[in-house]
């Protein structure tokens, strides 16, 4: 029982190379989340899917792309990497939309960008 | 719009003493409150929730009242452990898919 999957645990970017982070999901969850974790800033939103088919924006978009795959799969994209891109970057999901439903986490992707 | 303030760390305590990590909110509506905890090296995970006012979240020995008279939803433990070193973010969820977090208090305890 995997849960929450995310690939890769750590990358390292040039400025201006592209990449995609993975996330997949084993527990039948319709949203799927991508945040960003910044030292002193928490966790924020970049974009999420209510359900397969949908994305939105989140706090804080620019510079990324996202692709619901399927209902399994949520991928986020760094088309053009900038260091100000460099963080720790989470997948979570839940299962209903319900305020009081938890969110379940990945276990993160480290990427710098030099 | 929502937010959540939760002081800052690094909070640094013995083993076996009171803890109390301060959060506060503000929201429209009538949010869900939650605890998160991240142990070093992997995702968050929920440690404690409470849905409605006056409500109190236990888990592990934490507690946390969801007041709304103070907007406050503070984070308690009467006797801490080495092992409870760790982030804790405090977050809400108001209707709809978001879920807001703050940024985060390390937590120290010395042997």
């Known amino acids: 029982n995997a849960g929450v999957t995310q690939t890769p645990k750590f990358q390292v970017l040039k400025t201006g190379q592209s990449m995609t982070l993975q996330c997949a999901q084993d527990m039948n969850h319709n949203s799927m989340y991508w945040y960003r974790q910044d030292p002193g800033m928490g966790l924020r939103l970049i974009y999420y899917?209510?359900?397969?088919?949908?994305?939105d924006k989140g706090e804080v978009p620019n510079g990324y792309n996202v692709s619901r795959l399927n209902k399994r799969e949520f991928s986020l994209r760094l088309e053009s990497a900038a260091p100000s891109q460099t963080s720790v970057y989470f997948c979570a999901t839940r299962g209903a939309t319900a305020t009081n439903e938890k969110l379940f986490f990945g276990s993160g992707t480290q990427l710098s960008v030099l | 719009g929502n937010s959540v303030t939760q002081m800052e760390g690094p909070v640094t305590l013995s083993e076996e003493a009171f803890l109390t990590i301060n959060c506060t909110y503000t929201a429209t509506g009538y949010p869900s409150l939650f605890w998160y905890v991240q142990y070093p090296g992997e995702g968050l995970q929920l440690l404690l929730k409470?849905?409605?006012?006056?409500d109190k979240g236990s888990n592990k020995g934490f507690e946390a009242t969801y007041r709304k008279e103070t907007t406050s939803f503070h984070l308690e433990k009467g006797s801490v452990q080495v092992s409870d070193s760790a982030v804790y973010f405090c977050?809400?969820?108001?209707?709809?898919?978001?879920?807001?977090f703050g940024a985060g208090t390390r937590l120290f305890v010395k042997a």
């Open positions: 409470a849905t409605k006012a006056d």
């Open positions: 899917s209510a359900s397969e088919g949908t994305t």
């Open positions: 977050a809400l969820t108001t209707g709809g898919f978001k879920t807001i």
